[in-house]
């Protein structure tokens, strides 16, 4: 049993680590700043979803899991809205 | 050599790569933002030396707090429209400045990597003292802090009031008494105040967590007290509420609520446990929750008003 | 198992180090912010898996602080750009 949770976490943090390497990749090789923008947000949060995932069924205690999701949820809020403010100052055009 | 290590060693490299990155950065924006990098790098560090309360402090204030704080001087000063390159020293000075940089980090160095093995230190002297008069807290830093130095940690609030004074003196003298100036503009964007509803309530359940778990685990007065600056701040700019007037009568009150309520429990330790500072064995625990939740008042409304910056009048000088 | 964690850590901040050297380098102001949402994201990653994987009590708490920092940095560096169009502010 043990085995296969040490299975599902190895699967999930591997991916999200593959998820946060692609968002770099966008970062580095995409032309223009919206578009590198996008990079950033899409994947660093599946990189980090899937990173918490994989982490969740470690935690002895349900308190901690719940600190973790609470981590995961605070994220996907900024990370959401900051998208939002950084997109339209890009869109209002900067030097 | 272990994976540990070898992530150690990479670590390393990585900061002080950030760090000679924050010194040769052309514009001040950049040189902020590359300090903040440094700051949570930093954090990464004390983490792996096994110091999660300095590694939050360094993450809130050094990363957070002071990046915004640097980074909002900056604009007021129109320092980002500034060449930093204009100001050039002399080759002269540049190699004396160099040189004595690189004397003071030999011989740093040297010390460090000459200490004996178990290096002298004063920890456990420090946790036995604190465990007796600091009755019953499991976090052994919060113990020395409030109880082995209370007085020295009294003082750094009355060193934070001081800045706060001095940031204030700063202002326009027919701006004294007004509050400071927004933080941003007067309609901010939806997402700004969507973000701002949802996050400081939160932030501010979040901060009151980790000032209240300081005492048995990691956390403390200070860390709580910096993320409720933070989320503080957070609701200023999505324009929630506004900042309040520096002569505001509760401003002031909340200002020196901390370091006051500090010194009282520290006098009457002076006639009911014996000494100055002293608590007495069995109210120890409660006392320094309730010191501690006075610092954190104290702390979170200086850092505020510390990047809030001096008041503002339109139309002064 | 820790060590595959720990390995995972540090790709991770492999990958936030190499994201941060061109948004840091880019021609605009506006790749700062995205240096501190890329910090944001990584580093908490980073803190989760260092937090599973050793035995240091805490360090949730620093994840769950950094991930209250990194907005408030990215909303206050957007607001001191913003201010730069806008005649409003000190």
Redesign the interface.
């Known amino acids: 049993m043990s085995t296969a949770i040490d299975a599902f976490t190895i699967v999930c943090v591997a991916a999200g680590v593959f998820f946060y390497v692609a968002g770099t990749v966008g970062l580095l090789r995409f032309p223009d700043s919206p578009s590198r923008l996008h990079a950033l947000t899409k994947a660093d949060n599946l990189g980090l979803g899937l990173v918490a995932l994989g982490l969740l069924p470690r935690e002895p205690s349900v308190l901690g899991a719940l600190k973790i999701v609470v981590i995961w949820a605070l994220v996907m809020l900024s990370g959401a809205s900051t998208a939002q403010l950084i997109g339209r100052v890009l869109r209002r055009g900067r030097r | 050599m272990s994976i540990q290590t070898f992530l150690d060693i990479a670590l390393a490299l990585l900061v002080i790569g950030v760090a000679v990155w924050t010194i040769v950065a052309r514009d001040l924006f950049v040189a902020v933002v590359a300090y903040v990098v440094y700051g949570l790098f930093l954090a990464l560090v004390w983490i792996r030396m096994y110091a999660p309360d300095v590694a939050l402090t360094e993450a809130a204030v050094g990363g957070g707090v002071t990046g915004v704080l640097l980074v909002a001087a900056g604009k007021r000063l129109d320092m980002s429209a500034i060449d930093i390159d204009r100001q050039k020293p002399s080759t002269t000075l540049a190699i004396l400045a160099a040189g004595c940089s690189i004397l003071l980090a030999g011989v740093l160095m040297i010390v460090i990597l000459s200490l004996p093995a178990p290096a002298p230190t004063l920890a456990p002297q420090a946790a036995a003292a604190a465990s007796g008069p600091g009755a019953g807290l499991g976090n052994p830093i919060t113990a020395v802090l409030m109880s082995y130095r209370s007085f020295d940690t009294m003082l750094e609030k009355v060193v934070l009031i001081l800045a706060v004074v001095g940031v204030w003196s700063v202002g326009a003298d027919q701006a004294w008494g007004a509050a400071p100036a927004p933080f941003g503009p007067d309609r901010p964007y939806d997402a700004l105040v969507f973000l701002a509803k949802a996050l400081a309530p939160v932030g501010a359940i979040i901060g009151f967590h980790i000032f209240w778990t300081g005492a048995d685990a990691p956390g403390g007065a200070f860390q709580g007290g910096a993320l409720l600056a933070a989320m503080w701040m957070v609701a200023l700019m999505g324009r929630l509420i506004e900042l309040p007037r520096i002569d505001a009568r509760w401003l002031r009150l909340a200002l020196v609520a901390g370091p006051a309520v500090f010194l009282a429990v520290g006098i009457a330790g002076a006639m009911l446990a014996g000494s100055f500072f002293a608590y007495p064995s069995a109210f120890a625990k409660p006392l320094i929750l309730s010191i501690e939740a006075f610092m954190v008042l104290s702390i979170a409304v200086a850092l505020t008003m510390l990047v809030a910056g001096p008041p503002y009048r339109k139309g002064a000088p | ?1 820790n ?18 050297a ?3 380098r ?1 021609a ?23 937090a ?1 994987a050793t035995s ?31 005649e ?3």
């Open positions: 198992m060590d595959i964690l720990l390995t995972a850590a540090g790709l991770i901040v492999f990958a936030v180090a190499l994201g941060l061109r948004v840091l880019g605009d102001d506006i790749d700062g912010l995205m240096a501190a949402q890329l910090l944001g994201s990584g580093g908490i990653g980073t803190l989760l898996l260092i599973s240091v009590p805490g360090v949730g708490d620093v994840a769950l602080g950094l991930a209250l920092l990194a907005p408030f940095a990215t909303i206050a560096f957007i607001n001191v750009l913003e201010s730069d169009d806008a409003a502010g000190p």
